[in-house]
């Protein structure tokens, strides 16, 4: 194979591909060895389909799924055209009969990568990972009910999907902002054989607080650090004069004991207001 001959520190540029199956953790151990055959079907009768000849690819194993490097003598259009569409229909095909389909989330980036005997790295083939494996590519693979996601890179997309040409069509695709660990980058995602899809709120990607570290900042809080608004207004002092746009008093209030707040109420009958403590007696 050509990436036999490759130096471990020579990084070349390569098309990186990373294929994901949808809600793996929910298949049987018996079921597994059954969901990887088809993925590595799928996947490869693809590559025969569209002439991209096997030995040429490098393929690791990742259990769920599937991580690919192409080299660059190969066209990155054939496989982001013409191989999608196979893939796409060889997908379908294995769901024909199954019960619970098959789901891939496929993500595409070109970078440097780096070859040794273990496999490939570098940071092209994270960022191809971290797309595959975002929320919006997990949302819309389930909300969408659909056997396949394509998300690419940026760069891909401005240097070679914007472009267009055989079975890739640019209007197709819908950008989003994601908040990954390395930070905010934007990539574009493609459901095969449907217009652009509606991205719609999808909750950012954010790393999990360390162990022994600080909690998370609680919903609302600014990215900067800076504490929760609502925090801030329970500590500042409330004056009874201030009056919202309809006339009323804003009820504020901060309380360390127990509190009942009671406003424009008619009671008809006889009313017991706050609690009994102690020995005393409760009065109406």
């Known amino acids: 194979m050509e990436h036999e001959a490759l130096d471990a520190g020579e990084a070349r540029y ?12 929910q298949y049987g151990d018996a079921e597994k060895p059954r969901m990887r055959e088809r993925i590595y079907r799928v996947l490869e009768t693809a590559f025969a389909q569209a002439g991209v000849v096997r030995d040429t690819v490098h393929m690791e194993d990742r259990g769920d799924g599937v991580l690919v490097s192409v080299p660059g003598r190969i066209a990155v259009t054939r496989l982001l055209g013409l191989w999608m569409v196979e893939v796409h229909e060889n997908l379908r095909e294995e769901n024909g009969g199954l019960l619970v389909p098959l789901g891939l989330r496929v993500a ?3 970078g440097p990568v780096r070859h040794d005997s273990r496999g490939i790295s570098g940071r092209a083939v994270d960022l191809t990972c971290r797309l595959a494996d975002s929320a919006v590519a997990r949302d819309l693979l389930d909300r969408e ?3 396949l996601v394509l998300a690419v890179s ?11 040409g055989k079975f890739i069509e640019p209007a197709r695709f819908a950008a989003a902002r994601l908040a990954l660990k390395e930070g905010a980058v934007t990539a574009w995602f493609h459901l095969p054989g449907r217009p652009a899809p509606d991205i719609g709120p999808v909750a950012p990607e954010e790393p ?5 570290g600080p909690a998370a900042a609680p919903a609302g809080a600014a990215a900067d650090g800076r504490r929760d608004q609502r925090a ?7 004056d ?3 009056e919202d746009r309809d006339g009323e008093v804003p009820a504020q209030y901060r309380a360390e004991g127990d509190l009942s707040v009671h406003r424009h109420n ?6 017991h207001i706050g609690r009994v403590t102690g020995d005393g007696h409760r009065k109406d």
């Open 14 to 25: 390569e098309l990186v591909i990373s294929v994901d199956a949808r809600r793996s953790g």
């Open 108 to 110: 595409m980036h070109v």
């Open 145 to 147: 009910r659909a056997d």
């Open 154 to 164: 940026d760069s891909l997309y401005v240097d070679v999907v914007s472009a267009g």
């Open 208 to 212: 999990a607080a360390p162990v022994g």
């Open 232 to 238: 801030d207004d329970s500590d500042r002092d409330v």
């Open 240 to 242: 009874v004069d201030d």
């Open 266 to 271: 008619v009671y008809q009958q006889p009313v």
